[in-house]
């Protein structure tokens, strides 16, 4: 298990995906590892989530807690089986050179990312979730700390398709592009999320994965709407799901308007 989280730790320091690590054209981490450790640091953040419900009289008190670390987890794996055939299609249709089961690696390697962000982001929601009233600004609270997190391991996942890229052109013959091992021309190596230098990537693969990624996050957004309640409402008895009505746009934009308006 601590191998687990340090696989983890080591995606997070970009030393699992610096060029020079690639170099056999997958991410060399445990798959079964990442799901784990991802699974618990989505309860956790879940758990933070329910937390608002704890403090507020006559709302779904600790059930919430519960429903909430279940959820979390289901939402980012039921949004994976719901994308990740289009995604490998696609990227057969287009001629990347990576397999399902490196594709999987590199998918489930980004998850792990936006969970870990999540999750350290999680004290900060549980500390607002205690210290304020408004449901509403909880609500917004948890819509912009799990945009940024996504957000940030869909960069992960990007720039590390562009290191894979790299990596298996350099294996098969000298390519114009900067040095693999950056480290090893005096500059430190580059960050989880920093782009490298030079595109080696072709134009429809590029094209495939940003929009997957467009598609992964409005395919985890309904997601998330379809299994709300995640936070709990005080005004309203516990329930595991709320009837389906709109969606998950509409009901930010509500949310907006009650805020401020």
Known sequence: MIRWFADLDRLL????TRPDALRRGTIEVSVPGLLFVSIVLAAVYGVCMGSYALFREGGPSGTQLVASAVKVPALFYLTLVVTFPSLYV???LVGSRLGPIALLRLVVAAIAVMVAVLASLGPIV???S?????????LLLNVVVCAVSGGLGLRFL???LQRLSMAELHTGGPVEVEPIDES???????SAIEPVKGQVMTRPVRLIFRCWVFLFGVVGAQMAWVLRPFVGDPNQPFTWFRPRQSNFFEAVWHSLLNLFG
Do not use: Q
């Open 130 to 138: 205690v210290m304020t009233t408004s449901y509403r600004f909880v």
């Open 184 to 190: 090893a021309a005096g500059r430190p190596a580059p």
């Open 126 to 128: 549980a500390f607002f």
């Open 90 to 92: 696609s990227n057969a």
């Open 13 to 16: 320091r970009g030393e699992a």
């Open 158 to 160: 990007l720039n590390t």
